[in-house]
């Protein structure tokens, strides 16, 4: 190992002294190292920390977030459990185009979930659509005829 000086201010020196009287750190020489690690790590793709048990001092010190479920507290849209909730409301209302508007509002197209809520909203779509209009089984298409075709002309004419 190489020893270098480094200055710092007598605050971060007084916080890095209560870290490590806290037990975060077994010494001040550990949160140097395990720093000048984590930046590293962070800012070049190809670093790989030195640091004796780097991952175990970083998942104590710096522990990953908790996610809830259904929790989008990143997002710039509503969580979506919500939003699941509003558009089936307006889909059982008959307010596609609102829900569609909504939709488009609230989210990027490539978005996964107005994706998502597209796709529910086509299956509300497609069970409200009169029993008359809804498209026969793939297999009955071919014997029905076409509303397009013409009736065949009678040969007794």
Known sequence: MVKSTV????????????????EQ???????????????????????DPTTIDYEAIRSEVMPEPEREIGADADADHPPFL???SFVRKLALRGNFSDAEDFIDHQYTPSDRHAILLEEILRLYRADTSPPGRRSPPEGERASQPSAADPPAPDSET
């Open 7 to 22: 200055r710092f201010p007598e605050s971060v020196v007084d916080e890095i002294e209560s870290l490590v009287e806290a």
């Open 25 to 47: 750190f077994e010494s001040k020489s550990e949160f140097y190292r395990f720093s000048s690690d984590y930046a590293l790590n962070q800012m070049v793709a190809d670093y």
């Open 82 to 84: 919500e939003s699941v």
